[in-house]
């Protein structure tokens, strides 16, 4: 299988070079095949911007091979043309905006079956803040305050984008709208990969990932592991997504 990537917000804005430079070695390097899926924009018709700003930002980073998708609702999602192309990807990138049309339009979909099937050939799958949040198994939606279905790659993880600023009211929320389950903050410019091979997820970034447990919170910083013992390794159901 390949890497998950998950970032907690301001993606495309030169703070997390690293870890997208780390993202796209995993993927093959400056020729891995690049695709941005900018469906969680579409919302407030900002999916050709923000998709333009990736693809600008990978080539500064000397990809050859990036585009941006036409994924921007369920119907898209299900094109058999944009299918074919996340199964033949090397790094799938879903930005952020609304996570609930994101899930909506990918869950069960022609386009994230093909990419859980080329992230089950090595592929990588990054999200960032939306497109990390809907990576659980549920995620939360702000726009009603629930909870709601995910893309189940990421078990049960429940993850908080813009950690620094939505952290202690998300979190508060979330023990009430969740109880018992396991929380995960990240800070804008800030990202994991697991790519600490059996240790856990390794922390990119400027600021900080923090995992919430138990009452508990426990502060990584680039270059430290969140061991699996504490942020469990990524887990496809296998039962919702068929190889």
């Not at 980073?61 to 058999?80: E, F, H, K, Q, Y």
């Not at 799938?92 to 990918?106: C, T």
Request: proline letters at 6%; one cysteine or more.
């Amino acid at each position: 299988m390949g890497r998950i990537v998950l970032a907690g917000g301001a993606e495309f804005s030169g703070r997390m070079r690293d870890l997208d430079r780390r993202a796209m070695g995993h993927a093959g390097g400056v020729g891995a095949a690049i695709r941005i899926v900018p469906a969680a924009a579409a919302p407030d018709n900002n999916q050709d911007r923000a998709g333009g700003r990736g693809v600008d930002w990978f080539r500064s980073l000397g990809a050859t091979d990036v585009a941006c998708s036409a994924i921007v609702d369920r119907a898209s999602a299900n094109d058999p043309r944009e299918a074919d192309n996340l199964t033949c990807a090397d790094l799938i990138y879903l930005l952020g905006g609304f996570p609930a049309h994101l899930a909506e339009s990918l869950q069960h979909s022609r386009s994230w079956l093909a990419a859980i099937r080329a992230y089950g050939t090595g592929a990588v799958i990054a999200g960032s803040s939306a497109g990390a949040m809907v990576l659980g198994e549920r995620f939360y939606d702000p726009a009603g305050s629930t909870i709601r279905p995910g893309l189940r790659v990421i078990g049960s993880t429940l993850v908080i984008p813009h950690h620094e600023r939505m952290g202690p009211t998300w979190a508060s929320r979330l023990e009430t709208l969740a109880p018992g389950s396991l929380l995960l903050g990240l800070d804008e410019s800030t990202g994991i990969i697991d790519d600490a091979g059996n240790e856990g997820w390794t922390v990119y970034g400027g600021g900080e990932a923090v995992v919430y447990v138990d009452g508990q919170q426990f502060r990584f910083r680039a270059g430290q592991v969140i061991p699996f013992t504490r942020l469990p390794p990524p887990h496809v159901d296998r039962e919702h997504h068929p190889w």
